[in-house]
């Protein structure tokens, strides 16, 4: 596939996700992945349209994934975080929440989500 094509395919996925159409972006997102596992902006895109569709097993694969590629990015621990949380992980979670906070101390969302899971509950799972 020339990076034309790929290019073409994640900006169709990324324009429907913009649209709401979380669904239908799966398939462009999908088909750029198979063609470019490496790009982390792909799975980035496909982590979040897994995060909107409740798929949290597939959106923690893709933000693993992610991580992989671009160990620092703050955005992936978070897209981690989420993932994880929503499969009842929140101690797994909450280390992520962390991670992206210490990264970008500024982000309003990620001190949000890092203070909700800041006490532990008996019911945590790793």
Known sequence: ????????LFQ???ARLARGDTAQALVPLERARRAAPD??????????????????????????????????DHYAYYGLGRAREALGKRQLARGHYR??????????????????????????RA
């Open 12 to 14: 169709e996925g990324r």
């Open 1 to 8: 596939m020339s990076e034309i094509d790929l290019y073409g």
């Open 39 to 72: 790009q982390a902006s792909i799975r980035e895109a496909l982590g979040c349209a897994y995060l909107r569709l409740r798929r949290f097993r597939e959106a923690e694969a893709e933000f693993e994934a992610m991580l992989e590629l671009a160990p620092n």
């Open 99 to 124: 991670i992206a906070t210490l990264l970008r101390p500024s982000n309003d969302d990620y001190q949000r989500a890092f203070r909700r899971l800041a006490r532990p509950t008996s019911g945590d």
